[in-house]
Structures are given as C-alpha cells and as structure tokens.
C-alpha cells in the first residue's frame, strides 16, 4: 500500500511539473502549427533564430510564454495571418514576423489576440503587414516596446499597426510605428493608457479614437502622418504631455476632435502643422498649458463646440493663431500668451491692461479665397485687419482674451 501511495504521489508531482514549467525549443526545420497545436498549459516555449514559413498559428493554450532567440523570423509570405492567442495570461516576445497577406474581407493580422485577457505582446518586431498587432475583446493586456514598419501606399491596402476593438484596460507602450494605415486605433476601448508610442508617416492617423471612453495618451510623438491624433465621438479623454509636429497638407492637423466632450489638453506641443488643433462639435473641453508654434493655423474652433476653457496656452510665429466659422463665441480665453499681443502692463502684474481679439480677418478669407494667401502681410491687410479689433463686425465680438499674458512662460520640450 506504501509504494502504491508513493507511485502515486511521484506521478503527482511530474504532472504538475509538466503543466507549470516544460520549456522546450523549437528549430527551424519544425512544423510550428503542429507545434502549438500539441503544446500545454503554461509551458515555455523559445523559438531558435532563423526563417520559418508560416501560416495562422492558433494558441489556444493559457499561461504559454513564447520566446525568440535572436529575432526569429515567422514569414507568412504574402498569403495569411501568422499568430492568433486565444488564451489568458500568454506572452509573446522576441520575434519578426513578416509578410502577412492582404484582405478586404478578413483582418489579417501579424499578432492578433481575441477574447483574452492578461497578455503580453512585448519587443517583437512586424514588418510588411496588414494589420499588425490586432487585439479584440480582451482586457488587462499590454502592447509594450514593438517596432512596426508597415509598406501602406493607400488606404484600402493598408491595415492599422496597433489596432484595439471592443477592449478593456489596455497598456499601449514605447511602440514605434510606421507607414501603416494608422499608427494607433482605438474604437469601443475603454480605460486604456496611450503611453510613450512614436507614431509616423503613415497614411491616415497618427492614433484614431472612436467611441472609445476614459482613455488617456501620454507622452506620444506623433509626425509626418496624414494627420497626428483625431479623437471622434467620445467623452473623458485626457491628452497630456504629448507632441505633434510636422503633419503637413491639405486637411491635416495636429488634433482633430469631433464631438467629443468632458475632455482635457494639457503640456502638449503642436509645432509645424497646418492646423494645430481642429474642433468641431466638442464641448467642455480644458485646453491647458499648451505651446502651439510655427503652425499655419494654431486652432479651429468651429461655432458648434460650446462651453470649452483656453487658458494658459502659449502661441508663437503661427501664421494664424485662431480661426473659427462663426459670428459668435460660446467658449472662454483667458491667461494666455498671445506673440502679436501688442499691449501694456502698467501696473507690472504680467497681464495686459488691454485685451487681446486673436482672430485675424484675414483668416476668413483665406477659408473662402485660398489664392488669397498671397497678400499675407501686405500693408493694406494689415490696416483692415487693424480696423477689425478696434470695431469687430466680421470676427465674433466676444472671441476675446480679456487677460492676456505678458510673457511666455512655458518651457514645452520639443
């Protein structure tokens, strides 16, 4: 009876052994869906350098860490996805994966992870793929430290680098991310953290909210794309410590929102944009401390958002630092450095004893009459536009700064 309890006891043991700690290492000649496919449970799994050709790997086992050794490379060549997760707590690190194939009916994708929750999708490198790393219905995941080089030429070939849908508590890290459709994209994600990513040159956006609440991003540099950052039709979203810089073109800004609301900017940079920020049908906004510098419009303040606060914002050698399409005001600017401000401080308290009107005539023009650019700056310009602040009657009377700062006191980095 004994050795029957010890035989079972030792049997005990190596099954739990196997469950919680095999490790194993994969060659290059293996067949890696098969593979996976025989896997357990929580093992650990390295995957030695070298070329695999590859097609929808399913994990479908929880606890599963993958492993590269040296940057193996997972190449779907040109035909399918490569890794679907289908599992909690599963991380995968360390690995290329490339050429994905292209759809117009399914979202292909280099990473995808569905219906999971506590995964790691960490130091891998994607190039050359439709979607890149897609998650969906997942939560308390992280996106941390990829590199994502896409090949998008138009919009309907391309794929988002970092796609979230439908996903709860999310860490989106210390991504790089290029030339896909866009960099970032969020719709129905919630509670979810935008942290320290460089998003460039792609097609469409830079990051992309849709009814997408309670989200923060934080510390992201956003340039070179279609255009940087467009939060649409959503609310609580706070956009802190962020630049957006050199996103040039027709219809492109630094930030667009679109009925948004309940929502804060502060410390941001917007440098070399046609338009800084761009808002339409956002309300309730606190737009705080930020530095709007050598853009071609600062802001865009369309007559449809209401009850927004600008305060604190510094504007430097913009072409034009306010714009808007209508004849009235719903929205409030005070303590903000204007560069063209041209008043007095008598009394030495920083702020101007005059009040600043930042809307230009000008700009109005301009909308209507683009090929009217030509006359920027010219002396008769300058007397219309002069005689509007002293007697509004195309510019919104109330759009004014009642306190305007005498100094520029941020000191934004670049």
């Known amino acids: 009876m004994n050795r029957l309890i010890c035989f079972i006891l030792i049997l005990t043991v190596f099954s739990c052994y196997r469950v919680y700690a095999l490790s194993d290492t ?39 860490t993958v492993i590269g050794i040296n940057y193996p490379v997972l190449d779907a ?34 990473i995808r992870v569905q219906n999971s929750e506590g995964v790691k999708i960490q130091n891998n490198v994607v190039e050359n793929s439709f979607f890149a790393i897609y998650l969906s219905n997942t939560t308390n995941s992280y996106v941390d430290n990829n590199v994502i080089n896409g090949n998008s030429v138009t919009e309907s070939f391309s794929g988002n680098g970092i796609h979230l849908w439908n996903c ?21 994600a919630k509670n979810s953290v935008i942290l320290n990513n460089a998003s460039s040159e792609n097609l469409r956006y830079g990051l992309h909210f849709m ?49 948004i609301d309940n929502s804060t900017i502060y410390f941001n940079n917007f440098t070399k944009n046609t338009v800084g920020i ?18 071609g419009w600062a802001m865009k303040i369309l007559g449809n958002c209401y009850d927004d606060v600008f305060s604190y914002n510094t504007f430097r050698n913009n072409v034009f630092d306010l714009a808007t399409n209508s004849s009235r005001n719903n929205n409030k600017f005070e303590y903000n450095y204007w560069d063209k401000y041209n008043g007095y401080d008598i009394e030495k308290d920083g702020i101007g004893d005059v ?11 301009i909308e209507t009459s683009p090929e009217a650019i030509i006359l920027l700056n010219s002396f008769m310009v300058n007397i219309i536009d002069f005689a509007e602040k002293v007697s509004p009657a195309f510019t919104p009377e109330t759009l004014i700064d009642e306190r305007p700062l005498m100094k520029d006191f941020i000191n934004a980095e670049s």
Not at 41 to 51: H, L, R
Not at 169 to 187: A, F
Not at 278 to 295: A, D, H, I, M, P
Not at 355 to 365: K, V
């Open 77 to 110: 060549v040109n035909e399918s996805g490569i890794i679907t997760v289908e599992a909690n707590n599963v991380t995968v690190k360390g690995i290329t994966f490339r050429n994905t194939g292209i759809s117009f009916v399914n979202d292909v994708c280099a």
């Open 211 to 259: 009814f997408s609440e309670g989200n923060k991003y934080v510390l992201n540099k956003f340039s070179m794309n279609g255009a940087g950052v467009a939060v649409m039709y959503t609310k609580r979203v706070a956009m802190i410590w962020n630049n957006f810089f050199d996103n040039w073109g027709e219809n492109a800004y630094g930030l667009l929102l679109k009925d």
């Open 168 to 188: 709860n508590n999310i860490l989106v890290s210390n991504n790089t991310i290029k030339r896909q459709r866009d960099g970032i994209y969020l719709e129905f």
């Open 278 to 295: 761009y808002s339409e049908g956002s309300n309730k906004l606190t737009v705080q401390n930020n530095r709007f510098e050598n853009n």
């Open 355 to 365: 009040a600043y009107r930042p809307m230009n005539l000008f700009s109005l023009l």
């Open 26 to 64: 994969i060659a290059s000649t293996q067949d890696l869906k098969v593979y996976f496919s025989e896997i357990t449970d929580y093992d650990t799994v390295y995957i030695n350098n070298g070329e695999y050709k590859v097609r929808d790997i399913f994990i479908k086992k929880h606890g599963l």
